[in-house]
């Protein structure tokens, strides 16, 4: 397998041809890209998987519901055609792009109460209980728009990818195995802040060198959902796959809010119905993702080990994560106090229905 990367020049490369096709299609003047005119426009829309991924299928469950019940068409930007997660969020605040699809592992850095899913144990993992939680959450659902309204984002859905599984040169079982090993994180403090507790050394990476830093044994481990480690191909290079029970990936999909507070009310609502479609499919599509793409890995390589942790061995992590916790109100102080309220309020009550 190659190495993925995606060389600066070509990323710059690419924008520029984004904002060149932009200005013709109205220019810079964002009155004339946020209004819809009678006889369509073309939406740009950009997330961080590859193909047939679960933001992937999001994005063209979207772009489905809004073609067939409108002149509107909606362009997919896959990972890598415009760059990173960085690269993609700038461009949608910039307004070259209309919508964007990214995991609040980025998005932290923008608003830093979206590092709550990195509290290590504090969603559940079963595909049922996470699914309740996303729909039924008052932090979620209501909480959270206004966060990213702060940063000129119309949230419009937040969903589950599926549970997070550690990848490492060995196996591991307890926070002592992790002692002297460098894991990827994405460049976020409070992620970071989880793995020094469980005794690795966190080490931030773009998503396009960590298939060849795990490669040539510059870092030890990463984090990922099944189905990304299966697509990405990281089990080749990273084939011990443990199962820490610590967490979800949560992902977000946006909109420029320049872009969504001048579209008609009737597009307004066709944005919010292709978003509910797209949603509601992906609450379907996740819970069993995980397994199907595990037995894909495995019937692909004979060197693949599975770990899932027994309850005694997940407490042991688990007793890093209040360190975690008080880090996370520390760096977000009484707004992110009274999110984690809410969250374990919402948590609470699906635990007890």
Not at 76 to 86: A, C, K, P, T, V
Not at 125 to 135: A, G
Not at 151 to 163: F, I, K, V
Not at 331 to 337: I, N, S, V, Y
Request: net charge negative.
């Amino acid at each position: 397998m190659t190495i993925r990367s995606f060389p600066g020049a070509i990323v710059a490369a690419v924008m520029m041809a984004a904002l060149a096709a932009c200005s013709d299609n109205g220019g810079d003047n964002g009155s004339k890209q946020a209004s819809a005119e009678a006889e369509g426009q073309n939406w740009r829309y950009a997330h961080e998987e590859y193909e047939g991924d679960v933001q992937d299928v999001f994005a063209y469950k979207f772009k489905e519901y809004v073609e067939d019940n409108s002149p509107h068409t909606v362009q997919i930007h896959r990972f890598g055609e415009l760059g990173e997660s960085d690269d993609i969020m700038e461009l949608t605040q910039a307004g070259v792009l209309q919508f964007v699809n990214q995991s609040p592992g980025f998005t932290g850095s923008l608003i830093p109460e979206a590092q709550i899913f990195f509290i290590p144990y504090l969603l559940p993992v079963e595909d049922k209980k996470i699914v309740q939680f996303f729909k039924e959450s008052t932090a979620i659902n209501e909480m959270f728009p206004k966060l990213y309204e702060e940063q000129g984002l119309e949230l419009l859905a937040m969903y589950p990818e599926g549970e997070v599984v550690v990848t490492a040169d060995e196996k591991v079982t307890s926070p002592e195995d992790f002692h002297g090993k460098n894991i990827r994180v994405m460049t976020n403090p409070l992620l970071s802040e989880t793995y020094e507790a469980f005794g690795a050394t966190p080490t931030p990476l773009p998503w396009g060198e960590v298939y060849g830093a795990l490669q040539t044994n510059i870092i030890q481990g990463q984090e990922n959902p099944i189905f990304w480690i299966q697509s990405g191909g990281l089990y080749e290079v990273s084939p011990n796959l443990i199962f820490t029970g610590h967490s979800q990936f949560v992902t977000a999909m946006m909109a420029n809010q320049e872009f969504y507070n001048g579209l008609s009310e009737e597009d307004k609502k066709l944005v919010q119905e292709a978003t509910d479609y797209a949603r509601k499919h992906i609450f379907d599509y996740v819970p069993g993702l995980g397994e199907e793409m595990l037995e894909k890995i495995l019937a692909d390589s004979d060197e693949v080990t599975v770990t899932r942790l027994t309850e005694e061995q997940r407490q042991a992590f688990r007793d890093k994560a209040p360190q975690v916790e008080e880090k996370f109100v520390e760096m977000t102080g009484d707004r992110g106090e009274k999110l984690l309220k809410q969250f374990k309020a919402d948590l609470e009550q699906v635990t007890a229905e």
